[in-house]
């Protein structure tokens, strides 16, 4: 299997511009999640699906942010306005079904950079 | 506010010696507790992960050490090498998927 396939893996616009970043899961994975990294916050979960359903998306930031999954193998991560803070790398990442041990898998991250 | 607290931030290690890296939890509810090695420009991978129902786990040169009573966990490096450097992150959740990571902590090993 190709893994997780992110896209952009860099990109760079202008503040207040519209970004869309996009996941490819695993073939066979009904959770993904999309997290976000920066230098002062670490890693955090934004949001997570399951089955193409939002289940907790308590850590999406603000309005700006949205996510969907409108089937089993493609997710979007928009960020609408884009603002400077918003610059981190962007996760996307999958797992099986809830049963122990299922490992979750990252992609290799979108950098993006607001200026 | 980080549920789950990680150190040191980095540390330098000679190559054969052993990198110690220290988590620390509150939250009881926590039953999963992974450890991911990340390298630059890559994303984070499950490198060795523990449930709360052992105190050891070892795969290969790396070692889990899980305290559920001071609610720590650590991960041992033995005979560090070269090839493990890198930023390596605890994280801890329940029920597998709602992982809440650590800061990180970035080792190098010296050769």
């Known amino acids: 299997d190709a893994g997780v396939i992110q896209s952009p893996r860099h990109e760079v616009t202008e503040m207040g511009q519209e970004v869309t970043l996009r996941c490819k899961p695993i073939?066979?994975?009904?959770?993904l999640f999309w997290y976000r990294q920066t230098m002062m916050r670490g890693l955090e979960l934004l949001i997570y699906?399951?089955?193409?359903?939002?289940?907790?998306d308590s850590g999406m930031p603000e309005d700006r942010f949205s996510a969907k999954m409108p089937n089993a193998s493609f997710s979007t991560l928009k960020i609408q306005p884009s603002e400077p803070r918003d610059s981190a790398v962007y996760f996307c990442?999958?797992?099986?079904?809830?049963?122990?041990?299922?490992?979750?898998?990252f992609g290799e991250g979108s950098w993006l950079t607001v200026v | 506010q980080q549920q789950v607290k990680q150190s040191p931030q980095s540390l330098i290690v000679q190559k054969g010696g052993i990198s110690i890296i220290n988590c620390a939890y509150e939250?009881?509810?926590?039953?999963?507790f992974p450890w991911y090695q990340q390298f630059p420009g890559k994303g984070p991978a499950l490198l060795i992960a523990?449930?709360?129902?052992?105190s050891e786990k070892k795969e290969g040169r790396f070692t889990i050490s899980f305290n559920k009573s001071a609610k720590q966990f650590s991960l041992h490096i033995m005979d560090s090498q070269p090839g493990d450097s890198a930023t390596y992150f605890c994280?801890?959740?329940?029920?597998?998927?709602?992982?809440?990571f650590g800061a990180g902590t970035t080792v190098t090993v010296r050769a």
């Open positions: 523990i449930r709360p129902d052992v």
């Open positions: 990442a999958s797992r099986t079904g809830f049963n122990s041990g299922n490992t979750i898998y």
């Open positions: 994280a801890a959740s329940i029920h597998d998927y709602k992982l809440s």
């Open positions: 939250n009881t509810a926590f039953d999963y």
């Open positions: 699906f399951n089955n193409n359903v939002p289940i907790d």
């Open positions: 073939s066979g994975h009904d959770y």
